[in-house]
């Protein structure tokens, strides 16, 4: 779950690069994710590419499927459950609050806008017939919502970037990019390969384009190569309880919480794991290192460069009360109890355990608005027009990863006029 600063960094020789030094022959392909849920495909707005409501669910059902929990293990072959045809955590979406309800229908009438298979609305005792132990006054059930070992996505993704002649160089940690010096790019012969990616290690790749998704990094990549340092990166840390095994009766399924539009990423959720536990939470602080999985984990130039950013500044003034109960709930996890109460009463502080953390990249401009939407950019000149950077890539970018590599090899094609 933890790792290092780039210790997982990968990259990609992608568009016609051309290797100039050590390949590295490590065939680990993870990125780990803290979860394996895959969304099935309720809502959002019926733009594929705007997801303006709620980033945590699915963009958009790009019409072929490539965006629900089927596709993406038909295509990887990676082991899951559910996806409505066989048995298994579906997701049921609750309202236990009178005033979520007019969000519930939205959510409801923006799944239908998208043709999500088989979403309907449903009443409490319909909730208390798949979630015995779960109370709430209304559901959205999305039966093809299920969990899948992303490790395995993810591999299954690389082996198939391989066959089709690319090259992984596992734990090369990008640190700049430059036009070689034998020519200008685009001169009248041009060069094949006008780009050099160089790696901390003093690796290097040439290249003709490069695209970039890096995730929590992706604002730093872009300065690297010239290009915009907005929207910047801020980090925030989720972290998760646990549901201690002779407890894991309680919850069957997917539960989770009708999404405040403010804060689409707040809300407890109660996620079945591959390995049979229960995952709950996460909550949502800011994290003192990019990637800071424990409390105490700190840099001083991401701090830095988080504080010092006016967008941060901004968010953090116009959300100070719910910044410090996100962070108490954090230290003291009966209040973090006590929100799981709302949806299952019968959980108690004895019942869980803290678990794992994840830390979110959150993009944000220098407003302080939470970035919301996919955001590829490049830049000017012989540098910048050859690169294209994934600058976010919102959740459930995972679950999406499919149409997200279709939206960009179009952007791609047109960038680069390929
Ligand atoms: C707690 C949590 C739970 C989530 N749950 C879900 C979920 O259930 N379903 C879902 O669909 N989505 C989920 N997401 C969201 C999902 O993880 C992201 O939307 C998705 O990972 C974004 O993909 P990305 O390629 O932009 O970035 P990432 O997946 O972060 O990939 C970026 C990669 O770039 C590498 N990198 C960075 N800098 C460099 C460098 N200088 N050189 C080389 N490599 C570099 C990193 O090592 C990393 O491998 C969750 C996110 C969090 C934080």
Sequence with gaps: MRSTECERAWF???????????????????????????????VSSPDPKPCRFAPRLVPVDDGVGAA?????????????????????????????????????DDLYARGLQ??????????????????????????????????????EVARSYGRDFVEMGGEIHMGFCVSGFRETAEGAAGGAEGMEYPITVTGKKGEEVRCRFVLTCGGLYSDR???????????????FRGDYLVLKPNKTYLVKGNIYPVPDPRFPFLGVHFTPRMDGTIWLGPNA???FKREGYRLLDFSARDFLDAILFRGLQKLVLRNISKGMSEMYRSIFIGSQVKLLQRYIPE???????RGPSGVRAQALDRDGNLVDDFVFDGGQGSLGSRVMHVRNAPSPAATSSLSIARMIADEVKQRFQL
């Design 347 to 353: 959980i108690t502080l004895a019942d869980v355990t």
């Design 285 to 287: 602080v800011l994290a």
């Design 221 to 235: 990549l872009s300065r690297l190569s010239g290009c915009s340092s907005e929207p910047r990166i801020v980090p």
């Design 114 to 151: 998208n043709n999500v298979r088989d979403l309907r609305l449903v009443g409490e005792q319909e909730i208390r017939e798949r979630e015995p132990h779960c109370k709430g006054i209304k559901a959205l059930d999305s039966p093809y919502t299920g969990i899948v070992d992303w490790a």
């Design 12 to 42: 990609a020789r992608w568009l016609g690069g051309r290797r100039a030094s050590r390949r590295e022959t490590d065939h680990e392909f993870t990125r780990e994710f803290t979860r394996e849920f895959v969304h099935s495909t309720p």
């Design 68 to 104: 629900t929990p089927a596709a993406v293990r038909a295509r990887t072959g990676a082991p899951g459950v559910a996806d409505g045809e066989i048995q298994g955590p579906a997701q049921l979406i609750v309202a236990v609050d009178r005033e979520e309800l007019p969000r519930l």
